[in-house]
């Protein structure tokens, strides 16, 4: 097993993410928790010998350049619109959205119109308001490839049924999955 220097092995815990789904008492599990998903394999560790091999982002203390494994999108979710959320009273007016975009907090207000504010403009859609937060912290000369936004994975906001923080995106799943269930 290769040693790494102390640098390194704690900005890899820094990075890691924990997340427990203990079901709440008197919610309905349904509501409060989407399905599991398949939990993949863990890849073997490739062996190393040198340092050097250790690629260059972590070397310099950067996090690595690597995607998370995003959940597919259902049907049934694809049908329901940030204004369908907004009528089953799961984002209401004047509720505030959070974007954690390269270790900043940004925040984001959902406006009556469904149209979200931030920074004092409104933007038409979640994509345009999390589009604008990256252009705020990169700057104009910023490839669109980077710009590009899912507006629904990017912001985040409190469950009024669970009360936990949670993307739009699993907001929409857990009230699709809820609807389900009645």
């Known amino acids: 097993m290769p040693k790494l220097p102390h640098a390194d092995l704690r900005a890899s815990l820094q990075r890691v993410r924990a997340t427990f789904d ?4 008197g919610v309905a599990p349904a509501i409060c928790a989407p399905p599991a998903a398949p939990v993949p394999a863990p890849r073997p560790a490739e062996p190393s010998s040198t340092e050097s091999s250790i690629p260059e982002s972590r070397a310099s203390g ?3 350049l690597t995607r998370s494994r995003k959940i597919a ?7 329901v619109g940030f204004e369908g959320m907004t009528a089953a009273s799961r984002v209401n007016p004047g509720a505030t959205l959070h974007g954690d ?8 207000t959902v406006l009556a119109s469904g149209q979200i504010r931030y920074q004092e403009k409104v933007y038409p859609s979640l994509s345009a308001a999390g589009r604008a937060v990256k252009l705020h912290v990169r700057g104009r000369n910023t490839p669109e490839s980077t710009l ?3 507006g629904w994975d990017f912001w985040r906001t409190t469950d009024p049924v669970c009360g936990d ?11 699709v ?3 389900r269930d009645l």
């Open 22 to 25: 203990f079901p709440r008492a």
């Open 62 to 64: 950067q996090p690595p």
């Open 73 to 79: 999108v259902s049907e049934d979710e694809r049908h």
């Open 101 to 108: 975009y390269m270790g900043q907090r940004h925040t984001a």
């Open 148 to 150: 590009s936004t899912d």
């Open 165 to 175: 923080e949670v993307s739009l995106k699993t907001l929409r799943r857990r009230m």
């Open 177 to 179: 999955h809820a609807q």
